[in-house]
């Protein structure tokens, strides 16, 4: 089956003078426009393709890689706003459709958006959400405590950032735990810190608990070793001053440091930590 919003890799079956008509193994066909098709071919090729409406609704084909596929998020640019919504450049020559009941906050020309991309069942179109939390779902989680995972920034609330993590469920991070600066439509890597009962998931952009103690003594290790075996912070030192120099946390900072001390690797004196040597 050919579905709209994917990539598929077919055969090609017969050159016309509109372009290659291309046939999955179930014998479903589609056209590749002349614009798209490759240099070099031959009949019974298998090539690379994503399947879409073009302008008058029918299902095409093109070898461009859109910026959005079905069922995922995306940080796209509006293009245009019209009587029936807005519409968003996602890498095709078709823009992608955003009804106004679907619209957030009523978008604007030239400003950029977090939506998610889905099939509208009543039009069999291809259309954007910016209500993407209604396509989280924390009902049964995928992810646990300690694991590295994908995250895309959604919006700034009071207590942080939430953000969509592997582009299925809703995490937050806390204000106490961002010493970088981060924007909606932001990807990175991050860490899940605590799942809750009520489905809720923490999250943080450095590795959580006692997995983090080792390569955090290490990287303190090494910045005394390139700084002449001392560092100007202690555990009075700001959050900011230690993210500048260390790029962790102030608690991660503190539990590292302690870790070196017990080792005996290290002097925590008042203006600092020094190096010991061996």
């Not at 393709?49 to 070898?63: G, Q």
């Not at 999250?203 to 100007?232: C, F, H, T």
């Amino acid at each position: 089956m050919l579905r709209i919003g994917e990539n598929h890799t077919l055969n090609i079956v017969r050159e016309t003078e509109p372009g290659l008509f291309l046939t999955d193994t179930e014998g479903n066909e589609v056209l590749l426009p002349n614009k798209y098709i490759p240099e070099t071919f031959e009949i019974g090729d298998e090539i690379e393709v994503f399947i879409y409406l073009d302008h008058e609704e029918r299902p095409v084909a093109t070898t461009l890689e859109p910026l959005v596929k079905l069922d995922e998020f995306a940080f796209l640019k509006c293009v245009e706003v019209t009587e029936f919504g807005a519409f968003l450049d996602w890498g095709l020559e078709k823009h992608l459709f955003v009804p106004f009941k679907e619209q957030a906050y009523p978008m604007k020309k030239g400003g950029r958006y977090l939506i998610f991309c889905y099939l509208d069942e009543e039009t069999d179109r291809l259309v954007a959400s910016s209500k993407v939390h209604a396509f989280l779902d924390n009902s049964e989680l995928t992810i646990e405590p300690f694991e590295e995972v994908d995250l895309i920034i959604s919006n700034k609330s009071d207590l942080g950032y939430n953000v969509i993590i592997n582009q299925l469920h809703l995490g937050l991070i806390y204000h106490d735990d961002v010493f970088q600066e981060i924007n909606v439509g932001d990807e990175m890597r991050g860490f899940i810190t605590k799942t809750r009962p009520d489905g809720k998931i923490d999250v943080s952009l450095q590795r959580p608990g006692y997995r983090s103690i080792e390569p955090n003594a290490e990287l303190i290790l090494d910045k005394l070793k390139k700084n002449e075996g001392y560092l100007n912070l202690t555990d009075k030192s700001s959050p900011e001053a230690i993210h500048s120099q260390l790029g962790i946390s102030k608690k991660s900072f503190k539990r590292a440091a302690g870790n070196l001390y017990k080792q005996r690797k290290i002097d925590i004196k008042d203006d600092g930590i020094y190096l010991k040597e061996d």
